[in-house]
């Protein structure tokens, strides 16, 4: 992501911590010495945070430790009687890099973190900070009039790595393991996932914060949670969603200094009312004068929970992902496809509206590729974990559709004034904490576009068959993925929902209310495009056989075919159930899905019975306990949208 520039920042969390440790071991006289250590850790871009922010004898003790460099370390933490109370080799991330320790009832007095770096020289081979812990809890940070929480530091490459390291261990877990929740408050209340839990000494996590972001959302969410606790910037646009051969535009931007009048309606009125204002025809000159949200109840933790739900979430929709790159006046601008540069925290925006955001990147081994991991918000709150693969992250070059590809967010920084403003892509790309700012994903057609992630992923060749076992996986886990949505949509109907209308024309991919929780047209034409990947895999290895570690003695015709018998056992061997309208279980082959494709085409509607959600034939014992249907006249309007699905096409936003 950065440059190789020297390491300026140093997190505001932890600022008055090392202001006082370097009162104490750096005299005035010793400037020399001082540089030395600035020097080592400049080299290595070091960050430390320490949670909470106050810290104290009533609470856990969590401290971090990151760096730009993939140093080989060990972190430890020792009280104020010089015991170690708790040690660790192991490094997280890649990049940036970090070390975690936690005591769970640490001693009052001063704590020393140290990491001690193997190979390093004498001047460079421990790094510690001296770490305060009262007796008593201290004041708490206060709500502010001029702010919805007030500023205490700036975003910059210190920050930005403590982010990722944040994201990180907050989607962690092996890759082969299912990562999902019902909602994001299930994770940010899991204290062995959340270091900053509590950070505020305010038990704001424990108020039972209900935050049930969309994909749009999350990573608004992650970012301006992260910013709440820390003491950060922030702020959203209010963007278009684009049409008419345009990308969407952002012509207001607000910040938690210059608030968004609260809107009168609920977050579901908002968002579907949003058409007419930030919708294809958005007006500028309609939108609302910006003002203190009169609405936001007092209190730093009741406002900051208020900002998010309804604040953020009515302003913010896949739009605002979806900008044109060169765009300056965005909430998020393009980076390099490197492995330096998606680091957690990275969002995916594809260009029909669905928005990721990366966790982490796993580096490619002898015995297996490289993988990028994300996280993403479904209409119904699940949060849940997926590989980068062609069949979760779609990409498409065209101008009404807006800029895809991965971003970041624009970092929020104080103007001379004390205001805050967002700094310009010029400004990223001369600035040394970032340097990051890269039109190169707009220069790319589709398959460069894919090609260039797998070398981004995977840098040396791939085994064949290895590859094509792990691309099968990756399909498994979005039909996995499928059997939760449909099975939401099952509850709602045995519930006592009503019928769901359907949206007419391109609306049924874009909509809000029961349509967008339970019914899955959008999950439904991605399943559809990533069937076709896994079956072309053959055909892919045999076109770019330059990039797989082929066998000498077989060609890439024999590889393909040996690829073919391989996917054929797989899909059939491979099997998933999921709960019929009666609640009884039905177990499928992956090959039943491949099979059944045609079906799926028209698969996604909520006042269908599951069993035809998941293309059970007519008249089979699978399809015996179906008894709800969708009307006629909702399957005429199926059968007319039919083709897109068909064609793998998305239709133009109308």
Known sequence: MFPHRRFFGIAPAILPIAIAFLSLVVPASNAQAKDAADDCEGVIGLSVLASPVAPWNGAPLRVIFSSEKPITAEFSLAGPDG????????RHGGPPYFWFAEVASPAAGTWHAKLTRDGGDADCATITREITVGRTASAPIKATSKSVWPVRGAWNRSTENLYSAWIEKLFDAPIEQELSWPALHEVLRDKSRNFLFNHLGLDEDSKKLVLKPDCADLPYFLRAYFAFKTGLPFGYS?????????APRCPQWFNIQREESAPATDQNDAQAGSGSLFGVFGNAAAQTTPSRASSRPPGLVPGFGYYLRTTVANGVHSGSG???ADDDNTDYYPVPLTADALRPGTIYADPYGHVLVLVKRIAQTSDSAGVFLAVDGQPDGTVARKRFWRGNFLFA???????????????????????????????????????DFSLEQSKLGVEDFYDRMDDVMSPEPLDPLRAMKETITALEEQIKTRVTSVENGRKYQNGGGAEVAIPSGSSIFETTGAWEDYSTPSRDLRLLIAIDVVCGFPDRVARRADRYAMPKD???SEVKGELDSLLAAELAARKFSYPRSDGSTWTLAMKDVIDRAADLEMAYNVNDCVELRWGAPQQSDEASTCKRRASSAQRSKMAEYRAWFHDRRRPARE
């Open 83 to 90: 015991a170690v109370a708790v040690k660790s080799n192991e």
């Open 238 to 246: 209010k963007c278009t969603r684009g049409g008419g051969g345009k």
């Open 322 to 324: 979806r900008t044109a």
């Open 397 to 435: 070059q065209n101008p009404s559709l807006g800029s895809p590809g991965f971003k970041r967010f624009r970092p929020v920084v104080a103007d001379a004034n004390g205001g805050l403003r967002r700094l310009a892509n010029a400004e990223i790309s001369k600035d040394p904490q970032y340097g």
């Open 554 to 556: 077989k060609s890439p």
